[in-house]
């Protein structure tokens, strides 16, 4: 096995909601971060805030928090 063999892991999927995603080569780390995210739970009442880089999400982020905590 090459040091490259070692190191990286091929990606294919045949799960129906990969489909559309392209082949391609991840390192054996980022293959178990991908794996987390396929089965992470998620819950009715989880809110998400995306956000870009200073544009006040930790702002939003406590106003959240209060208006989820009355």
Do not use: H
Request: charged share 30%.
């Amino acid at each position: 096995m090459s040091q490259i063999e070692e190191k990286f892991i091929p990606f294919k999927s045949n799960d129906e909601k990969w489909k559309n995603f392209p082949a391609c080569i991840l390192t054996k780390e980022m293959g178990e971060s991908l794996e987390k995210v396929k089965n992470f739970q998620v819950f009715e009442d989880d809110v998400y805030l995306f956000g870009f880089p200073r544009s006040g999400t930790t702002l939003m982020q406590e106003m959240i928090w209060l208006i989820v905590n009355d």
